[in-house]
């Protein structure tokens, strides 16, 4: 009997310790998304929340500037009315079709340049691709501005010349070189960083956090 009880334990026990396909459990996590799920939160970079404030800010604040610009003929044109009756002699005030075409696509400028910050302040890849288009136009436009405002100082200048009688006249100085380089850093500026930043250097938020991603864990 003791014998009989003994050979049956040792049967289960040698059942127990076989091999059975249906206890074995598969982990439905792979090697690769278990090394993924181990691995270091890294912070997100600063830069995209940095240029897409700025370039928001700078498209909101410029875009009523150049909307204001088509108030200003009617503007000007009280004052030339008021400067006549007190006999005092104007440069001409008109705003010229080349001028608007320019104000027209300053007003685009913006508006893109308001829409790239937000994607980029998003950290959406879309936002790189607009300021790339941003930059090369804002380069291009911007230039044209500089072109014109030069014609514009020098036919003031001219008219201030020809009319020294005039009080007006004594305001209307040719701007020095120096002054002219300094808007056209300040016109420059954002578009050429942003062509560099997004374009030659090729920086994306996206593709940032990916590469953090897959760097090696380190022993």
């Known amino acids: 009997m003791g014998e009989h009880a003994e050979n049956e334990t040792s049967e289960q026990r040698d059942e127990s310790s076989a091999f059975d396909p249906a206890r074995v459990y598969i982990s439905p996590i792979s090697a690769a998304e ?57 440069p001409p005030l008109a705003m010229t079709l080349e001028a608007r075409a320019h104000a027209l696509l300053r007003i685009a400028l913006a508006i893109m340049l308001v829409v790239a910050g937000a994607l980029t302040l998003f950290r959406k890849r879309a936002g790189a691709i607009v300021h790339i288009v941003y930059g090369l136009f804002g380069i291009g436009i911007g230039v044209w501005g500089i072109v014109l405002n030069v014609r514009l100082g020098e036919a003031l200048a001219a008219w201030a010349s020809a009319h020294q009688a005039s009080v007006v006249s004594r305001f209307l100085d040719e701007p020095s070189v120096f002054g002219r380089i300094i808007a056209a ?22 593709r940032q956090r990916q590469e953090a991603a897959l760097k090696p864990i380190s022993a």
Not at 54 to 74: D, E, H, I, R
Not at 189 to 204: I, N, Q
């Open 34 to 90: 278990l090394a993924a799920a181990n691995r270091p939160v890294e912070t997100p970079a600063l830069w995209p929340t940095i240029i897409g404030l700025v370039s928001a800010v700078l498209g909101a604040l410029t875009l009523p500037m150049y909307l204001g610009f088509f108030a200003l003929p009617k503007l000007l044109g009280t004052w030339g009315d008021i400067a006549s009756e007190q006999g005092i002699d104007l």
């Open 185 to 206: 850093a300040i016109t420059l500026a954002w578009p050429a960083l942003m062509l560099v930043w997004f374009g030659l250097l090729r920086k994306r938020p996206e």
